[in-house]
């Protein structure tokens, strides 16, 4: 019984790492969005969109796609 109290632990710190790297991975594609709508410094809302979308490309590129 310890060892499966064990494993729980370990899986529920792992979903939380794995929760943290998703919403991390969000980030990207909110600052693209959010270029459209807000004047952000450094990033012009033209190339925020490009940006997004070469993100996007990217994360696809790893999944096969």
Known sequence: RAQTAGCVKALRELERAGE??????LLPFAAAALSQYASLPLLAPAFG???????????LSFLGL
Request: aromatic share 6%.
């Open 49 to 59: 969109l490009q940006v997004g979308i070469v993100y996007g490309a990217v994360i």
């Open 20 to 25: 943290a790297l998703g919403l991390a991975g």
